[in-house]
């Protein structure tokens, strides 16, 4: 397979070949006005020594205002944990404005605010968000986040604690969390299963509820893991079914959570830790956050007794302990086949097999083989393969009725010389692929998504740069040049960019730059097996590559890996990059 090497010179071309803007299937001419979202964001810049890592979630509703200078009023309830410092359920109180094919938000909590930029996705159901300013100008955070609409909101009943309870979820919930300040303490990554049970003591319908956890969890520094450890914890529902509270023991740590439910159907969880765990050199606390997801079409026996047999999968992972250690992210597809095991006559085994492609601390390494092998255990298992020259065993935890995976490594060989780190992964499982085309361009193009994609992309690895969070919309276009027979692609699109600042040595180093809905021009490649491609674009003042693959059937989410050329801080290598992107 041959390759177009993507510099400014080829973003240069594809600038002077952009189609016109094809016709927009636009939002609804009102998407904001009377709607109710569920949010949850966190910092994308882990290494501020002085604050600790941040992590939000809460809930709010938009109005049109009938008088005043904003067109949209804000109000809600939100749960804040910076370093440690928790405020619980405090009032939100703002304002939004719609532009373009997104806006910006402002919530205000007791003295502190924050404005957010956002874009619309998934037909106007979901936002992605990106801090543009906070409060405190001391502080150049940089934070992103999700908003999901709350649509058809079940009634409450009248006891709430049942929406959590097995007789809505035989199988329980699946969840993962992770620390959002990773430089001091190594960090802490969790996924498992909540088997949360409503318990009455015959004066108080709604006594209390208790839980057990399963939870494998990779606590740093040392790669101290935690498999498959049970524990007993509790919960607790509010009356007006807006949230509650969760608590159980999470690898080293009791951990309290605050969650909100995501959606009107009481199925989704965002988590965020209100309690004090381990603490950081720097006097802060480990702040951790997460998600959790009711299995609601599975009986009591939980998944296929052979559930990864012939089964197709697209993934994305990242290291999580960055500091003074070299990182990596990946993207790529694994199939899982059973197959006689050649090393035991008579026995089968499930053979993983797959590609996939690497940023290794800021080298970007395309089409890497994966080979490897699987195993059941219960709800998850755990699956063996190399990540570039280094081989990585990953427990994972089934979620969404077997078709997702939450993963965490159990074992990382370091390059020699180098610290173990603590890695997390998602997967999700292609069922159905719909048929490739001839021209595999088309799947990004204009004709096959009019509306253009939805993106974000986020820096992941925090220690030697400043972070990095963009949010935008991209519309791709196939061009045909008779006279190349290669015909590349083009793309141009509207990008909201903060590039942070940086906290070193106690001291404050720069300052947030913000690059507020600016146009981006790149250029694309899908490949002809439509496995997936790569793409390049300005994000912010930086030159972005990224290789993705296609994480559906229908080729309508991608997972995305780069990095940020020229974006070394401070002797640092270029940032590398995740990312995901959607059909609008």
Known sequence: ????????????????????????????ADPLNNTTWSFHAEEADYNFTNVGGAAYIGTFKVARTATGRTPFAVTGTMTVNTGGGITRLANIVGSAQLEGQGGSLLFSYGRQSVLWQFVFGNSCSEIDLVSEKLGNPSINQVLDGKALRIDSQQPCPANPYLLLDVTSAPTGWSFHTEQGTYQETGGLSGIGTL???????????????????????????????????????????????????????????????????????????????????????????????????????????????????????????????????????????????????????????????????????GNLIRFLSIAGKAQLDGFGGTLQFATGSEGTLWQFAFSNDCKEMYMVNEVYLPSAGNQPKIAKASAVRIDAPAACPANASLLLDAAFAPTGWTFTTRTATWSRGAGISAIGWLNPAYLINAADPRSRSAMRGIISTNVGGRVNMGGLVGTSSIFRNASTNGVYQVYPDCSGGNMSMMVGPFLTEYEFVFADGAYSQILMVGRAQNSNYNGAVNHILTGTASKY
């Open 1 to 28: 397979m041959k390759f177009i090497t993507l510099s400014h010179t080829v973003l240069a071309t594809a600038t002077a070949l952009l189609l016109s803007t094809a016709a927009q299937a636009q939002c609804p």
């Open 195 to 361: 088997i949360p049970r409503f318990v009455s003591n015959g004066r108080d319908p709604n006594a209390r509820g208790i839980l057990t956890a399963n939870v494998t969890a990779n606590a740093g520094p040392g790669l101290t893991v935690y498999r498959n450890a049970i524990s007993g914890g509790q919960y607790q529902v509010y009356g007006d079914c807006s949230g509650g509270t969760l608590q159980f023991q999470v690898g080293p740590a009791a951990v309290q959570y605050e969650f909100v439910f995501a959606d009107g159907s009481y199925n989704q969880l965002f988590l965020l830790s209100t309690t004090l765990t381990r603490q950081t050199d720097n006097g802060n606390f480990e702040v951790l956050s997460g998600y959790a997801r009711k299995n609601t079409n599975l009986g009591t026996a939980g998944c296929p007794a052979d559930s990864l047999n012939n089964t197709t999968w697209a993934f994305q992972a990242a290291t999580q302990d960055f500091l003074n250690t070299p990182s990596f992210a990946s993207v790529g597809r694994f199939s899982i086949n059973r197959i006689s095991d050649p090393r035991n006559a008579g026995q089968q085994i499930l053979n993983l097999t797959g590609t996939q492609s690497l940023n290794d601390n």
